[in-house]
């Protein structure tokens, strides 16, 4: 507003890396630079970029960029701002702690790099007092990270729950929409490019649980702690489950769920990634294909919801662009800074992770019984034993000489105690191997 | 993160207005100060109130407030920041604009005074370089101005589409859950609370209007101009359209909608809010009762979509909290302010706004005809000769001696074209007088 203090240069970028989401961020400035300085007030121009491969073909264009030998060169360079858009672990971690140490801002798109390091270089950060940017790492074509930091900062955050890696949910998508198998399901997502040569990180729930634990950190203001996070994959959901879930109305969708609770003097968070089954009608539940979609709930405004694009390289770009412009003004007045986490670094406060085992919850119980009179009494006399009560119950006709499939929803309980219902209903003879339990979850308006 | 130089005593915020969204800024602070605390590093306080009836009963504790006989007082009492709840324009106008002109941050929740007075308030805010806050103003429980302002200020916003007034949507939910007529929802809304006693800002879509223009403002980075919106609204609907809807697979829902197009050297918007037939698997479609649900299209990010409450003390108080939390922080360091319309204010560009005559889209033509042969034959025809296709039609058999109702979704047409399509229609001697026509929008992703 003081328009006479005003720095009216470009904003010199150095890239680092130039991946899906670097050649996003060339391509996206190129095509909207005179809309963004239209509220900037300057232009962002990449003036710096290390890359990989320089012969590599890529789709943006470079002319008028220095192209460094090293990413070190970049960072070591005349540029204003540092764009970290390598991923993993080394050399992405010395390379922001080096630009910090240099006074430089960084924008990174590194989930893993925040969530598994993130308290070392936000501590690095606030005793240089240098902006750190990572809208992109969670959801990238959500801005979702401004939303929880700052949109409703007003709140108690009491949980969230998100649809945020879209490659498991564009497998169980095809499994649910055409009753494919996990296998065939992950063959098509890479053939398609949606997964990875090696799908660990993505359908074992790795990568969704990097982005629940920065979620988490800035929702309830606790330290990061990635190995906080308990983590199932969606390999073990058969179509099967996926088609019973939905005949008792219900979707499968792979959550990352984080809750909040105080009790008894003690803080204590559930940080969870999990194959979920989301009652039909539920935003969450309709969100398919590669789209990403997070519930936050706040004690003041109830639910929210937000839905977009978790990858690709504008969308990526979109929210790093974003970072660059806060950046930007930050530069302009550093004493105005958000919190990193949205929190004040003396007020982040530890909270006990919950394992699954100490988690309550809503389940899902798929069995394979023998076709046999008293078979629903014996079962139902376990769980009643236990206090556990059916919500639901689904037995399909089996065809002759073959076992039933029986499945149950039951009530809110301590995964403690389903475990032992579980014990004792596999020690019945009648109930053969290859039981299946997923959680279920209810949301509240 | 300089924290010597940081102010920690408490915010002090001077209240106009003690109504519902009042009240609830008072619970949450007080239910949420120290989790606020934690997030900005001081307290903040409400210090003074001024409010109409101070005998009236209230859900929240004064104690502590100094009452006021007047707003003015107030804005002129030893505060920090001016939080106008008050509604209306005048004396909420001269309020804000006298704090402005005292230098004190304004909060205002009031989307009437910004969408019809925004360009002289932030003129005047400008001069002085005062913050000016207005979360609340658009569907209190979404943070959606800071989205569109800050989250996607990497995107050249193409269009955004929203259901935005939660009155509407009420009515429209229960019309079609129910089968139930447009007076008879109206009548239970009022009842409920949901409506006012006259309703005319709520299902005539004005203050949708005002909510439009605000975003379509800080989409685009144009003047506010509410003028400019064209506005139908939601009374005319019958149940027998909301129902014929349904048969072609869309649901009526009452949104607006902004585009921005540039063509022949000339920038022109869309601002328009009316009855909207949207695709049943649309995310827009499925947002029902009071919520709002808005999706904004970036070319960048492609389509995000954002839903919560539209309404409600305390998820409108979250908004203006938040906002008083960024007023904080912009009191710390003045310089660094994001510009009130996300862009700069000599950025700001005029575009023309298109009447209804001028814009395209699809329709839904519903005509009562005689059920006679070589109706269809001749219907046909004129929609052929004006160039117009037909998508869907659908022709339900009516009873003995009775007339049949056709339903027609056309091409995406100028509005000129179908108006004559309309009239050629009408002055078919087997048309009878009576039809309907809604738009029809489909979205991308």
């Given amino acids: 507003m003081a328009t006479s203090t005003k720095n009216t240069a470009p904003l010199r970028v150095g890239l680092l890396g130039l991946g899906t989401v670097g050649q996003g961020v060339l391509r996206v400035l190129a095509q909207n630079?005179?809309?963004i300085e239209?509220?900037?007030?300057?232009?962002i121009v990449v003036s710096h970029i290390a890359m990989r491969d320089p012969s590599a073909k890529r789709d943006c264009d470079l002319s008028g960029v220095t192209i460094c030998a090293t990413a070190a060169e970049v960072v070591a360079a005349d540029v204003d701002v540092?764009?970290?858009?390598?991923?993993?672990?080394q050399p992405a971690q010395n390379l922001v702690l080096d630009a910090i140490a240099r006074g430089k801002p960084v924008i990174t798109a590194n989930k893993a790099l925040i969530a598994e390091h993130g308290n070392e270089i936000f501590a690095a950060a606030q005793a240089k007092n240098v902006f750190v940017g990572f809208e992109a790492a969670v959801a990238g074509g959500i801005p979702i990270i401004k939303a929880v930091r700052e949109g409703l900062s007003a709140n108690r955050i009491d949980s969230l729950a998100g649809i945020i890696n879209g490659t498991s949910n564009y497998i169980l998508t095809q499994m649910s929409r055409r009753g494919i198998a996990f296998a065939e399901a992950l063959a098509e997502a890479q053939k398609l490019g949606y997964a990875e040569?090696?799908?660990?990180?993505?359908?074992?729930?790795?990568?969704?649980?990097?982005k629940l634990n920065i979620l988490a950190s800035l929702a309830f203001g606790t330290p990061l702690r990635f190995s906080a996070v308990?983590?199932?994959?969606i390999s073990q959901v058969l179509p099967q489950d996926i088609q019973l879930a939905q005949e008792l109305g219900y979707r499968i969708k792979s959550l990352g769920i984080a809750k909040h609770a105080s009790a008894n003097g003690e803080d204590t968070v559930e940080l969870r990634v999990h194959p979920t089954l989301v009652p039909v009608d539920h935003l969450l539940a309709k969100t398919d294909g590669a789209l990403n979609a997070i519930r936050v709930h706040g004690n003041a405004v109830g639910q929210t919801v937000f839905v977009g694009k978790g990858a690709g390289g504008d969308a990526t770009a979109s929210a790093v662009i974003a970072d660059l412009i806060d950046a930007a003004r930050w530069l302009a007045a550093p004493a105005q800074a958000v919190p990193y986490l949205g929190f004040g670094s003396s007020a982040l406060k530890e909270a006990r992770a919950l394992a699954f085992a100490e988690i309550e919850s809503a389940?899902?119980?798929r069995l394979k019984v023998a076709d046999e009179p008293g078979v629903l009494r014996a079962i139902t006399s376990i769980l009643a034993d236990l206090d556990i009560s059916v919500e639901a119950i689904?037995?399909?006709?089996?065809?002759?000489?073959?076992?039933a499939t029986l499945a149950i929803i039951t009530s809110q309980i301590p995964e403690s105690r389903c475990n032992r219902a579980l014990e004792k209903l596999s020690e019945l003879t009648f109930v053969r191997a290859g039981w299946s339990r997923l959680r279920v979850e209810h949301f509240e308006d």
């Fill in 230 to 233: 308990a983590t199932e994959g």
């Fill in 197 to 210: 040569a090696d799908p660990t990180f993505d359908v074992e729930g790795i990568d969704a649980a990097h």
């Fill in 363 to 365: 389940y899902y119980l």
């Fill in 394 to 403: 689904l037995q399909k006709e089996p065809g002759e000489n073959e076992d």
């Fill in 33 to 35: 630079g005179d809309e």
């Fill in 38 to 43: 239209r509220r900037l007030g300057r232009r």
């Fill in 82 to 89: 540092i764009a970290e858009l390598i991923g993993g672990m």
